[in-house]
T-cell receptor, first 115, second 112 residues
Framework: KNQVEQSPQSLIILEGKNCTLQ??????????LRWYKQDTGRGPVSLTIMTFSENTKSNGRYTATLDADTKQSSLHITASQLSDSASYIC??????????????FGRGTQLTVWP | DTAVSQTPKYLVTQMGNDKSIKCEQNLGHDTMYWYKQDSKKFLKIMFS???????INETVPNRFSPKSPDKAHLNLHINSLELGDSAVYFC???????????FGEGSRLTVL
């Protein structure tokens, strides 16, 4: 069964600290994995995309990693800011050819950054 | 300027009523979606349209009827609203099925 599991469910950190969010998936055949950020009361916005051949990708203070062998991804946030408080959602795409390009969503990690 | 816009942003209505939510995208994308986000923030696909044709229908009750008059619009009509329909509904679009999703701001539906 194609699933996406995220951990932790919620996380509270102090401003300026680093944190790492995890995403494990069983989606197959794998096409790509995206991390989205959803601010309260807003729609999710894509932060980064990871394809099969990519191990690490950075977008400012956000760094995503992918281990396609163990089917794990992480999102590392460096020097957190209050504006990082949001829900972070991991979305995995199944290969378009065999499963009509389905998307599988994790339940998200709710990050709260305190001053 | 808004890429994906949906209206209304808030909707409060009584059980049994019929309501519609409208969505428009100006990104030139071929694929549009409706997602339902429950109280636990889980996003669940409801429908997907590609070039005005329905391609995904995720066992949604037939009280929900999407309509796509053209590839830039995907509206959602809900008949006989129930308490369990209370949620935030997100419209989204993408260039291809596995592409980046661009979401609207959401429509919060409250059924009393």
């Amino acid at each position: 069964k194609n699933q996406v599991e995220q951990s932790p469910q919620s996380l509270i950190i102090l401003e300026g600290k680093n944190c790492t969010l995890q995403c494990n998936y069983t989606v197959s055949p794998f096409s790509n994995l995206r991390w989205y950020k959803q601010d309260t009361g807003r729609g999710p916005v894509s932060l980064t995309i990871m394809t099969f051949s990519e191990n690490t990708k950075s977008n400012g203070r956000y760094t995503a990693t992918l281990d396609a062998d163990t089917k794990q991804s992480s999102l590392h946030i460096t020097a957190s800011q209050l504006s990082d408080s949001a829900s972070y959602i991991c979305v995995v795409s199944a290969d378009r050819g065999s499963t009509l390009g389905r998307l599988y969503f994790g339940r998200g990690t709710q990050l709260t950054v305190w001053p | 300027d808004t890429a994906v816009s949906q209206t209304p942003k808030y909707l409060v209505t009584q059980m049994g009523n019929d309501k519609s939510i409208k969505c428009e995208q100006n990104l030139g994308h071929d694929t549009m979606y409706w997602y339902k986000q429950d109280s636990k923030k889980f996003l669940k696909i409801m429908f997907s349209y590609n070039n005005k044709e329905l391609i995904i229908n995720e066992t949604v009750p037939n009280r929900f009827s999407p309509k796509s008059p053209d590839k830039a619009h995907l509206n959602l009509h809900i008949n006989s609203l129930e308490l369990g329909d209370s949620a935030v509904y997100f419209c989204a679009s993408s260039q291809v099925l596995t592409g980046e999703l661009f979401f609207g701001e959401g429509s919060r539906l409250t059924v009393l």
